[in-house]
């Protein structure tokens, strides 16, 4: 694709700025780390044009605290208080949906991984939010937790303009084809190799 454009216009009945605006499925997988990086870093976009912001993070502990979520939480209040950027909800499984007020510890991981999938599905259905980062949610597809082809469809036939970033290992093939843009992260080199552990404002 030089210069940004693209190398071929599908014969699909839509005009550039059409084609341009449809919102997209994004998956960002593989091993290397980035993934939730390049992913709030779309969202961050997004709320700078006023884009509705949801993250949503699966898996995560609520002890590890990572940089972006006090950035976006920052973001968020600051469009409270100034109208700037887009409002941003930032919700993790850990330490229980924000909507159930319950502790993530104190319940079983596949009931609540459902649980924030089905709210999501009523979120994107109601058309709440312009941007939807499914952090690591590919893992409760893999575990069987979550029905790849319910996602699958529910996404494929979102309405209104919404676009959804999903993160994490081994992406289900079904979920690759149902994609627009799809990123693998292959490590070249890393640090770890070298024996240098994580470090504050790097990996968190």
Known sequence: ????????????????????NRPLLVVHTGDMKGKSTAAFGLALRGWNQGWRIGVFQFVKSAKWKVGEESAFRALGRLHDETGEGGPVEWHKMGEGWSWSRKAGS???HAEAALEGWREIQRRIAAQEHDVYVLDEFTYPMKWGW???????????????HQHVI???????????????????????????DAGQKGQRGIEW
Request: proline fraction near 9%.
């Open 1 to 20: 694709m030089p210069q940004g454009k693209p190398t071929a216009v599908p014969q699909d009945g839509l005009t550039t700025r059409q084609r341009r």
């Open 106 to 108: 104190e319940e079983d």
């Open 146 to 160: 979550v029905d790849v082809d319910d996602v699958v469809a529910t996404l494929r036939d979102r309405p209104g």
């Open 166 to 192: 999903i993160t994490g290992r081994s992406a289900d093939p079904r979920l690759v084809e149902a994609a627009d843009l799809v990123v693998e992260m292959t490590k070249v080199k890393h640090p770890m």
